[in-house]
């Protein structure tokens, strides 16, 4: 007797759960618990530096809003951060891409304060004195 794989997970091939075209919802944004992933990230942009670390993850220049490196203080384009860290929770799925989600002020900046990082609104000092432009 022969038996067909009638699908790649029949097959043992592992897939996402998700079509490489299909747009991840806040909802599935909000599986990104990890803030190991999200330093992880960090770590990898402080390594690569930010024009390396744009292009490998397919991602612009932050227009509104970075994340700090509690390490380093250095600052990182928020959503690069968010699409990389969740590649580094899920490398079955793998990283996001920019047009998986929406950045900002309702998803990526909310998500990074749950997980303990401080958000930077481009523009503004946040300094112990309060943000100040």
């Given amino acids: ?5 009638t699908s790649a997970e029949d097959a043992g091939v592992r897939v996402s759960r998700r079509a490489a075209d299909e747009p991840l ?3 599935d ?8 992933a999200v330093q992880a990230a ?4 402080s390594r690569l530096g930010r024009t390396a670390f744009l292009s490998r993850y397919g991602f612009g220049k932050s227009r509104d809003f ?3 490196d509690g390490k380093t203080g250095q600052l990182c384009d928020s959503k690069a951060i968010v699409g990389a860290a969740f590649g580094h929770q899920f490398p079955d799925e793998g990283p996001l891409k920019t047009a998986d989600f929406s950045g900002g002020e309702a998803t990526v900046v909310p998500r990074l ?3 303990g990082f401080e958000v930077v609104r481009i523009g503004e000092d946040w300094t112990s004195d ?3 432009r």
């Fill in 42 to 45: 960090l770590d990898e942009f």
């Fill in 66 to 68: 970075l994340v700090r």
């Fill in 113 to 115: 304060q749950r997980l």
């Fill in 1 to 5: 007797m022969t038996v067909i794989a």
């Fill in 29 to 36: 944004l909000a599986r990104l618990q990890s803030p190991a």
């Fill in 25 to 27: 919802m806040a909802a």
């Fill in 130 to 132: 309060g943000p100040t």
